[in-house]
């Protein structure tokens, strides 16, 4: 009998055993992810549906809020010209912006994609610029640039052309910040590189072999292998293109006659500037649903033209 009740408490011991042990685990791991939480309640998801609170309210951080229901999002779709202004210049910008970015950044992934002496430090001094980012001092330095008597200008004094307002007109002011948001393509460079190493060579072999030109190659095989990472690229530029903020704030301030007044730098002014933090967290709340609506057409989209290698054929 001794023998028949060790053998029923031996299990129950060793399963109470492994209870404690597995609610230690789970202890340390809910200790672990603690800051995390703690850390994204407080400061994403509190601020998120605080700032959609004050969409509906008139605050100006010296009052308490006080609620006007759509007040704000009425007054912003039908009486505020500024506003429809900087969704024009921020489409504007989106339009050049990503596709020249998206450019430049295949154009040279392809030309470092190359087993050549040196090609690490080629692909370092190239991504340098990226590490920068959209920072104060290089915003400073490109507005130096195309300073009236900037580098740009200097230049062209050698070839007898005459001095070009790149920041005070508004035909080239845009522009500007388009060649700068192009010029900052290394990380996705970075990306398509990566993608271009994941192509199997003996594809391009076995259409050597068939006869392809370079160019048959390159749209048969690179594009279409080349197009999740591609799409990628495209969804993270367009989302970023819509937050441009830093430049067209450190350069232009978006003049002149508004030409460089991006969403973000109204959004910014209305909130810090003019205090109306409610008309700020409605203009917030409707660049969410623009750059949502923009990302999911993206995705919609993406079947026309995105080919997934394991579907066997474009993505459904």
Known sequence: MASKSSVVTLPA???ARRSVISGRQHLAGYLFIAPWLIGFFLLTLWPILRSFYLSFTEYSLLDDPTWIGLGNYE???????????SLKVTFTFVLLSVPLKLF?????????????????????????????GGSIAVSVLWRNIFDLNGYINHVLSWFGIPAVGWLSNPDTSLLTLVLLNAWQFGSTMVIFLAGLKQIPSDLYESASVDGATRWRRFFHITLPMLSPVMFFNLVLGVIGSFQMFTSAFIITNGGPANSTYM???FLFEKAFKNYQMGYASALAWILLVIV???????????KYWVYYEAEGGRSK
């Open 13 to 15: 011991k060793a399963r």
């Open 75 to 85: 007054d912003i779709f039908l009486n505020d010209r500024i506003f429809v202004q």
């Open 104 to 132: 430049f950044s295949l154009f040279v992934a392809i030309l470092l994609n190359k087993s050549i002496r040196g090609i690490s430090f080629y692909r370092t001094a190239i991504y340098f610029p990226s590490l920068i």
């Open 263 to 265: 969403y973000a730098l």
């Open 292 to 302: 949502a609506a923009l990302t999911l057409l993206n995705f919609a989209l993406s």
